[in-house]
């Protein structure tokens, strides 16, 4: 992570979690986001397609009701997705939405990335929270490997914005976990991701960019393979030992007050106290590490996904196409 972020940054993430970057959107960007939010509908909430698209869809059936689930995952994802659709969320929305370039310029212009180093940074999709006070909190979690996510590293940052108060007061807070970087399994959440390539590629033939892509694992016969080097890819990432309350941090920010954590390090969420309705807007970034593999640009039921750089030298969004992108973008992560 020294590699991605600016000195300040990298140190106060691994010291309390999260860096906030002296950040304050106004209420035109708050208004602008909350539009944003009512174009979309609650059935837009594409949070389940995590459970329905998996590896295991695609490997032999164990039994004839393996067989049927993993027919019905694969044709008919939706009927999963939705059981899992408003479980936390009223709303939960993974998109490339038209909010995305207004609130990173916005952020741009006002220092964003003062906070990182010189390297380009994968604007992978943004993220709409929207609950209410009658739905659950999410507890304790990292956000693991997910297969429709795909091309993912230990290091994928949130840049994060409440779109109201978040206090003592409202409740809704996000807990983030402190000194992550000492846990027994940090240091090598990168390499893992490279162990896994290295399964993947004794049995697919890299594309002519060299790179491994999702659907080259799931239409080649390969998955028998694939599943299990992708669950060991997800047991390798738990930490053998949940943190405890006493060491996360919890986050107070104001509406439109932007800051960064590492969403594969552990967080929650308190229960939200308010009648009102708790939305909180963020945006996914992945550094473009050499891991072999190659971004999806669409993904949870054909969103749009992994469409813009952040250019670190000339301090603006480039377009990125990530399936005609040379390897030559991709940077070492050891
Ligand atoms: O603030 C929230 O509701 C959830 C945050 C979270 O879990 C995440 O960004 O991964
Ligand atoms: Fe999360």
New binding site residues.
Partial sequence: MTQLLSPQAYQEINEHGYFKLGIKLDQSYITQAREVFASYTETDSNFGYHYSNTIDNYSKPTSLSDGVKKFFNRNFPVILAKKYRTN??SKCVFDTSPFMSVFMQACINRGLTDAFADKDILLSHD?L?E?GRQDNM?GF?Y?PFSWDVFYQSGDDL?I?MPLQDLNEHSG?R?LVEKNAHAIDNFATRNSDIYDFYETCVRYVEPNEYGLISREALQNNKVADHIAPAYQALLTARLRKTPPQLSEMSVINAQAGEVFIFN?KNF???EPWKLNSK?Q?Y?IRTMPLYDFGLQPPDIFLDNRKCNRFVLDMKQLCLKEFNAKQTRESVYYSWS
């Fill in positions: 936390i969320y993220i929270f609950s999410f979690h956000d949130t994060y809704g996000l969403n967080h929650a969420t708790r909180n963020s």
